[in-house]
């Protein structure tokens, strides 16, 4: 039997360590605050309280691990915090973003067990009623084109927003990966900007190279659930009530139906509306009760989205998307997603300038991407991208405006689809999935509904060019 342990938690001013074990293997993840004092926190909620929240952040970190494919998890002396509605949060994240690595490595019915009894909820200490700041509202910034369209969104309305940019040492450096993310930044107008500094040992380990015992496909993380809970001692100490992020409704939608389970393998299911709901009920039950999150692009697609970047294309140059070389290496799947929509919906001149001219429909490394997207392969390409659909619509209208390159021959299988008829789904706003503030849905809503139908218009102007 092999077990994944979860050591120790240290707590300093500006910082939590948490210290991880697989067999004999030794792993640390460090997460730094800036501008929030934890020793502060605890004063004003407690210690033993803040430790329940330290546990939250140390278990969503911990859960990356079962990468390793372990029989056992022990949280050892902290179990005393693991009751039974906390494991089976735990268990469900655990199982969905962990469905394309079960895919991949033919592990269909692979479930991590416990080693110790649930905790009793007598332990456990009560969840509290937050002191609301002034600013209500906490948004994720990452610095590419759902974070730009997010922030203009909250100025349109006139809705005050602060700022969360978090760095992880998987991305590289975290002193490049604020400078680029503040490129963005500088344009936008957030009433403050708190970071978060991920160091992270096992994320960019060598262990899947050096030890032959794992024959596993790749190490996966839960980022966004986990970079939820990371956050919320700075909702805490600030007063946030809403917690915003830009994930959007082709996020619902996985990349294929695995046939020997049945189920929706989503690499994106971390940003899907059902894991919002899951992880709001759970946090306002136990942790704080004026406290939610959602996704303010929910409700739209990612057509929509590039099409809301014409009414920002002066800060569309500071952008980036890449999780390889940021902020672009032009051949991975994201660059090639971003890189056709931007050019199928932006000015291609403006295009070419970001991406220093380079035609990544020409690019061999692409060709496979570009072949997925368009559902020419068993799957589409496992990164953070929109449906085939939106895909193909994007080869129409990058075709319709005179561009040329390799990866065009793909699409030409494709060129008699209905694209009125996919432009139309793709541009329809989804009101009954959003998780919107009721003070602010209705103008919310107003602002989708009015976006979706400049949409369409822009693009029906494309398509009869």
């Not at 692979?110 to 649930?118: C, P």
């Not at 002191?131 to 906490?138: A, K, Q, R, S, Y």
């Not at 600030?238 to 695995?258: D, F, K, T």
Request: proline share 3%; glycine share 4%.
């Amino acid at each position: 039997m092999t077990k994944i342990k979860l050591t120790n938690i240290n707590r300093g001013k500006h910082q939590l360590s948490i210290n991880y074990a697989f067999e004999d293997y030794h792993f640390e993840v460090a997460l730094w605050y800036n501008n929030i004092n934890l020793l502060n926190l605890e004063e004003r909620f407690g210690k033993a309280y803040m430790d329940w929240i330290y546990f939250h952040i140390a278990a969503f970190e911990f859960n990356k691990l079962t990468s390793l494919k372990p029989d056992r998890i022990d949280f050892g002396t902290y179990q005393v915090y693991c009751t039974e509605a906390f494991f089976e949060l735990w268990q469900q994240i655990q199982h969905h973003v962990w469905a394309q690595w079960r895919y991949e490595n033919n592990l269909p019915h692979y479930q991590v067990k416990l080693v110790h009894d649930y905790a009793s909820n007598e332990s456990i200490p009560t969840k509290v009623r937050n002191t609301i700041g002034t600013t209500e509202v906490l948004v994720f910034c990452g610095g590419g084109k759902d974070s730009l369209v997010s922030a203009r969104i909250f100025e349109s309305l006139e809705i005050p927003y602060a700022s969360f940019v978090y760095s992880n040492s998987i991305y590289g450096t975290a002193q490049k990966q604020h400078q680029i993310v503040d490129r963005l930044l500088n344009g936008l107008q957030p009433t403050k900007i708190h970071r978060q500094y991920v160091y992270d040992s096992f994320v960019d380990c060598p262990i899947l190279q050096i030890d032959q015992d794992f024959d596993m496909a790749a190490l996966t993380a839960a980022e966004t659930p986990s970079s939820i809970f990371a956050s919320l001692p700075i909702a805490l100490a600030e007063g946030y009530r809403y917690i915003a992020l830009g994930h959007e409704h082709s996020a619902n939608v996985g990349n294929l139906i695995w046939k020997e389970t049945g189920e929706d393998v989503n690499h994106q299911w971390g940003k899907s509306y059902a894991a919002e709901i899951l992880i709001n009920q759970y946090i306002q039950e136990n942790l704080i009760d004026n406290f939610s999150y959602f996704s303010i692009l929910q409700p739209i697609y990612d057509v929509v989205i590039f099409n809301l970047l014409r009414e920002n294309l002066d800060l569309v140059p500071y952008t980036h998307s890449c999780n390889i070389d940021k902020p672009w290496c032009k051949k991975c799947p994201k660059c090639a997603y971003v890189w056709l929509n931007y050019m199928a919906y932006l000015p291609v001149e403006a295009v070419n300038d970001l991406f220093k001219q380079t035609n990544l429909f020409d690019l061999p490394e692409n060709q496979i991407w570009f072949k997925q997207m368009l559902g020419l392969g068993e799957h589409t390409p496992f990164e953070c991208i929109g449906q085939i659909e939106e895909s193909r619509l994007a080869f129409h209208l990058c075709k319709q405006k005179g561009l040329s390159g390799k990866a065009l021959d793909f699409y030409e299988q494709f060129k008699t689809d209905d694209f009125e008829k996919i432009m139309l789904a793709f541009t329809s706003v989804n009101q009954t999935q959003t998780g919107y503030p009721k003070k602010w849905a209705d103008r919310l809503l107003q602002k989708m509904e009015k976006t979706a139908l400049d949409s369409q218009h822009y693009i029906r102007y494309l398509l009869t060019c």
